[in-house]
């Protein structure tokens, strides 16, 4: 592989920094130098796998616009497929053309030949495309490989469950001895989770079904659902999965779970929340990719991204990310650490709770229980000599205070706050009851996001806007001539929505003079507000509409998330 590299910048591919950036990334934590180049954004894996085709001679296919005979799909199992992230595209002279990503994996081509007793030819496809044509051709939940799936747990679980509608507290551990098909259900549905690109899993329990939703892109999309009595077995897996009381039913609980899925290694918060018809779990997975993002990666603007790189580098005083739950805070924050990761400068965070493990980084997670809050952990972090600190939310007045007391003496301080723009931060803080002039003394920074869909690229094509749709936006007839507007059509790729993946839109204020003496004088959100538009602060709004007209995302995606100042 050391050859791709080399062979990616001649074909243009990438830039030979980019391909510097990334072998220093791969000789100091490890991993493929193209993988770190698909990663950091620099190359797509579609030309990664192209480009690997052409230097060893295999044919390369976009599996999103191939079809594949079910003649041929019935040729290799669905479990040989799935574990070994493969899958047949045609027959040639009594051979079999299998598609892989990695064509060096020489011991799966001899199992497959083995297990298939014929010939296999290989060619190329991403990883990415296989899994996604897995679950198209061989089904996922609902499916009949599932239903049967399904089928054979109804049949088998049943005993189990009843116990444990009953209350019988230890029978935990029969799980896995009587009912192996719910081990298998779990295991697929956060495979299928995973392969759908979701955040979280949601398992609500009602009166007379069982509703299972995933988050995919922000938005919550419904799947097949297993029948209501077969909720507290299937709880129960969970529950000792996550390493939490089974026989507990009537108060919330937290957990934890690792598991391999899909090819990754995911960590799964775990909340099981105690409602009228039974216990609601939400598993939200947290996938170690999605925090390897750099700063330029998060999709600020030029201006705002010299500007943010320049705050972050700043030696002491605090930067707030500020938005809604689910808004993206805690990768942009985790991008910025990851920036300034380096071995002169000691870093210290303290989470609730630690949701991603970064290298090289000290991590602390708050325990209420034995009276472990942000408050305590800041002041003892500031015994430990750190260059920079974390502080995972400025929930009250003593959190919020500390945090300004180790940014005036010395540290630069990253923190995240609720409110719904940047401007707001100032007024939050002080209704806190943190003095203004310490709010006006000890804040640099304020960025505030949220997150909108991609438009997707595979099925992206021109679209016009009515013109009342742009009149309502705010797009002028001068902004619409030079626009590219652009629409997602739905395919395969992006499960038919049009989209694929988010990005964020930002609102970034710096504490410039005037508004440092508007906040000393504990002036109203509109006023700061209006001065920092004044002197060029673009809104959340704003740089949506940006995205717009470059064609990365829907004016209905800008309205969904943020509003037009009036």
Do not use: W
């Amino acid at each position: 592989m050391a050859d791709l590299g080399k062979y990616l910048v001649g074909r243009g591919i990438v830039g030979p920094e980019q391909l510097a950036e990334a072998q220093t990334i791969a000789k100091n934590n490890g991993g493929k130098v193209h993988e770190i180049l698909i990663k950091q954004g620099y190359a797509s894996s579609e030309q990664v796998m192209q480009a690997m085709a052409d230097m060893h001679g295999y044919e390369f296919f976009d599996l999103r616009d191939v079809p594949i005979p079910p003649s041929v799909v019935e040729l290799v199992p669905e479990s040989v497929a799935r574990e070994n992230a493969v899958i047949p595209l045609a027959e040639e002279d009594g051979a079999l053309k299998v598609l892989v990503s990695d064509p060096f994996d020489y011991e799966t081509f001899e199992k497959l030949q083995f297990i298939l007793n014929r010939k296999v030819n290989i060619a190329l496809a991403t990883r990415e495309s296989i899994l996604e044509a897995i679950n198209r051709n061989y089904g996922q939940m609902g499916d009949e490989s599932a239903d049967s799936m399904l089928q054979e747990f109804t049949d088998t679980a049943i005993d189990f469950t009843e116990t444990e509608e009953e209350g019988g507290g230890d029978g935990g551990e029969d799980v896995d001895e009587t009912s192996a098909p719910i081990v298998r259900l779990v295991q697929l549905m956060i495979s299928e989770a995973v392969q759908l690109r979701a955040s979280d899993i949601h398992i609500e329990p009602f009166e007379d079904r069982v509703r299972i939703r995933y988050r995919i892109d922000g938005v919550l999309v419904e799947r097949d659902s297993p029948p209501r009595r077969l909720l507290g077995a299937l709880l129960s897996r969970i529950k000792i999965l996550a390493k939490m009381d089974i026989a507990e039913r009537r108060r919330c609980q937290d957990g934890r779970i690792k598991i391999t899925a899909g090819g990754k290694e995911l960590d799964l918060r775990v909340s099981m929340l105690p409602t009228n018809h039974g216990q609601s779990c939400v598993m939200r997975l947290l996938d170690k990719e999605n925090i390897k993002v750099g700063v330029r990666q998060l999709g600020l603007s030029e201006k705002d991204f010299k500007k943010f790189r320049g705050l972050i580098r700043r030696p002491n005083g605090i930067v707030l990310v500020t938005g809604p739950t689910g808004s993206g805070k805690t990768t942009t924050l985790y991008a910025a650490l990851n920036e300034l990761n380096r071995p002169d400068r000691k870093i210290i965070t303290a989470e609730d709770p630690v949701e991603y493990y970064l290298p090289g980084i000290n991590q602390v997670e708050v325990k209420h229980s034995i009276g472990l809050d942000f408050a305590l952990i800041i002041r003892a972090m500031l015994r430990q000599a750190p260059n920079i600190i974390l502080v995972g939310e400025m929930r009250d007045y003593e959190t919020a205070s500390m945090g300004i007391q180790a940014s005036l003496t010395g540290h630069l301080v990253f923190s995240t706050l609720h409110t719904n723009d940047a401007p707001g931060a100032v007024t939050r803080m002080i209704d806190m009851g943190v003095p203004s002039y310490l709010v006006a003394g000890s804040v640099i920074g304020i960025l505030a996001q949220r997150l909108v869909r991609v438009v997707c690229s595979k099925c992206k094509q021109p679209h016009t806007p009515r013109e009342s749709e742009l009149q309502a936006a705010g797009i002028t007839p001068e902004q619409a001539a030079s626009a590219s507007f652009m629409k997602g059509r739905g395919c395969n790729n992006c499960g038919h929505s049009g989209y694929r993946g988010r990005l964020g839109i930002f609102e970034l204020m710096l504490m410039t003079s005037k508004i440092r003496e508007l906040a000393f004088q504990g002036a109203s959100t509109q006023d700061i507000r209006r001065d920092a538009i004044k002197g060029g602060m673009s809104t959340l709004y704003d740089d949506g509409i940006r995205k717009v007209l470059e064609g990365i995302t829907t004016i209905d995606e800008v309205f969904r998330v943020a509003k037009k100042s009036e």
